[in-house]
């Protein structure tokens, strides 16, 4: 090759790589800060992009990110509706958005159902709408005659009421006031209901002024003001349509839910509740969820319990999305559509959720602790997530941390204590054979050390090994953490374990979770919830004190636009007085 040819090509490459680096480093972006319990991947999935462009951006957020952290978002990727992103910055408003981005509060709101005058604050990332195109009326001609003007049609246009609109959000879509509309449909004096239709009628016929100029020294509208008109008419349900889309014949499981939730039905309507439930066996293929979708009724229920099948979440989501129906997903935890669509309540927590809020609740219950993790010979890999994280929190809260092998001595795990500490054994495995070799030592070193304050700390899996384990377990006053949990000696069990029997002449599984009572909890919470606030549910979520048989319930939104999951965590402790104690953190 010749040399100029060779200069010729290290030029072009120099080119090109410093043409990549300058899009890399001047690509746009936005601010996201990160929430407790968020990972890359939810990150990733909230925004439309993947990890590799996060990552791209914020180099080292793929071994480490933590609540309060700020990161890029690349931005470009928008969703296929047209919508962007924005964050909040210092000294705006919700209506100074209206102005920058050309769209209506309404609008705003509407996109936004998390967001309020209450959390509307720096660093708060929201959805902005694609811009409605303006419905521009073409002028009929009119005959020029003699005889007599033409007719006249009293109504511009039909508008079906959507969920969240207010008459003045209307009334600024067609570019009408409040007043014409209220004139042109009498009947808005007493309200306005999702599905009414009115009459738009023609602008008032007045001579044409010339633009007035917006004035300087008026005070624009607040928050509040703002947030409080965008704010729908809230709706009662005289009547609750439900239906549940389950893989009944495949899974023996799915009719135990079944089976638990019309107990809830039948509770509910011995209080005088309207229900009418709508069953399907939705199988695992799409063709047969799709047959069911397209059956009329669907659209107009008002909640809709399923599905089991990963591969069937997301058309059942778009779904529910477009016909406003609140998805209740029982089973999954790898769901992505609950980033997304603002009606899905996902009741099995995703784990870095779930992690994180047993991390807060580890360290406010043993802020004082010594923690001694026992290492398996053999890596659990399903509990090393777990484990991360956990070791991550501990450090940045100051709190001792030691590491022993399962096959620590006695006087290995005597040399591991500390006097002026709780001492907290972790297995970093829940497989039951570690917990059957270590408990021996374990159980030795509290006997002949009764003045340490020992505890061993586990899985939600143990619950399956307590009746193997039961005296160690109350000997070595033992933790563990779930998101469902049931003693049978508790009244509730007890009273739901004999309605059953009764229900259905057999004994409940003896298995964790109980999917009987699982679909009881479901069950009774959101259609009790939808009798007592109707469309204002999500907003009243926090007042609905129930207790359940053995899920617990603390929804919260993922982000402004996106749907619902739960974060409830028990602590459940066997102490050495032989009880059994259920610690619920609130």
């Given amino acids: 090759m010749k040399p100029i ?58 071994e480490k990110i933590y609540a309060g952290q700020t990161i890029k978002i690349p931005t470009g990727k ?12 210092a000294g705006e408003t919700l209506y100074k958005l209206t102005t920058m981005y050309n769209v209506s509060a309404k609008d705003i709101c509407e996109a936004n159902p998390g967001l309020s005058a209450e959390n509307f604050r720096i660093g708060q990332v929201i959805l902005i709408p694609q811009k409605k195109e303006e419905q521009t009326a073409t002028p009929r001609p009119t005959e020029q005659t003699t005889i007599q003007g033409p007719v006249v049609p009293r109504c511009k246009d ?19 006031s409040e007043q014409e509309l209220i004139a042109a449909n009498p009947e808005l004096k007493k309200g306005m209901k999702k ?20 004035d300087p020294y008026a005070i624009p509208p607040s928050n509040s003001e703002l947030f409080r008109k965008s704010k729908e008419t809230p709706q009662k349900l005289s009547t609750i349509k439900a239906a549940l889309l389950l893989p009944f014949q495949e899974d023996r499981r799915m009719v135990e839910y079944y089976e638990g939730f019309l107990m809830a039905v039948d509770s509910l309507k011995r209080t005088g509740i309207s229900l009418d439930l709508y069953v399907y066996d939705c199988g695992k293929d799409l063709s047969t969820l799709n047959t069911i979708l397209a059956k009329n009724e669907m659209k107009s229920m008002n909640i809709i319990f399923g599905p089991m099948h990963q591969n ?48 807060e609740h580890f360290t406010r219950q043993f802020p004082n602790a010594n923690v001694i993790f026992i290492e398996p010979v053999s890596v ?60 021996p030592q374990l159980t030795l ?16 899996e143990w619950q399956t090994y307590t009746r193997d384990h039961l005296e160690n377990f109350f000997e070595l006053d033992v933790y563990f953490y779930s998101s469902f949990y049931t003693n049978t000696l508790f009244p509730a069990a007890v009273q739901f374990t004999n309605a059953y029997h009764k229900w259905y002449s057999k004994d409940l599984a003896s298995k964790y979770p109980n999917y009987a009572m699982l679909g009881f909890d479901t069950g009774f919470f959101f259609l009790k919830g939808l009798s007592l606030y109707g469309s204002e549910l999500e907003n009243n979520l926090p007042k609905m004190n129930l207790t359940p048989i053995q899920t617990g319930f603390k929804f919260q939104r993922v982000n402004n636009w996106g749907g619902f ?19 619920d953190f609130e």
Wanted: some cysteine; charged content about 25%.
């Fill in 5 to 62: 040819n060779r200069i010729f090509l290290f030029l072009l490459f120099i080119s090109v790589s410093y043409a990549i680096s300058y899009a890399q480093e001047n690509q746009s972006y936005f601010l996201h800060t990160i929430e407790k319990g968020q990972s890359l991947y939810s990150i990733s999935k909230m925004y439309n992009v993947t990890t590799s462009d996060i990552i791209r951006l914020n180099p080292g957020c793929d």
């Fill in 78 to 89: 928008e969703s296929q509706k047209g919508e962007t992103f924005h964050t909040i910055q």
């Fill in 158 to 176: 039909m508008h079906k009421v959507k969920r969240k609109e207010t008459i003045f959000s209307v009334s600024r879509e067609y570019g009408i």
């Fill in 195 to 214: 599905g009414q239709f009115l009459c738009i009628p023609y602008p008032a016929a007045t001579t044409v002024q010339p633009t007035q100029k917006e």
């Fill in 312 to 359: 069937q979440i997301k058309p059942l989501s778009d779904f529910a999305e477009k016909n406003d129906i609140r998805l209740v997903i029982p089973f999954s935890q790898k769901g992505e559509e609950v980033f997304n669509n603002p009606a899905v309540y996902q009741i099995n927590t995703p784990q870095s959720y779930l992690y994180s809020e047993v991390y």
């Fill in 380 to 439: 659990d890999k399903e509990k090393a997530e777990f484990i991360s994280g956990l070791k991550q929190e501990l450090k940045s809260k100051g709190i001792s941390m030691k590491t022993v092998s399962e096959s620590a001595t006695k006087e290995t795990l005597k040399a591991a204590l500390r006097s002026d500490k709780e001492n907290i054994f972790i297995p970093t495995s829940g497989n039951n054979v570690l917990l059957i070799k270590i408990l």
């Fill in 445 to 460: 070193l509290v006997r002949e050390n009764p003045a340490e304050n020992i505890h061993l700390f586990g899985y939600p």
């Fill in 565 to 583: 999951i739960n974060k409830k965590v028990f602590f459940i402790r066997f102490t050495k007085n032989f009880e059994l104690v259920k610690l």
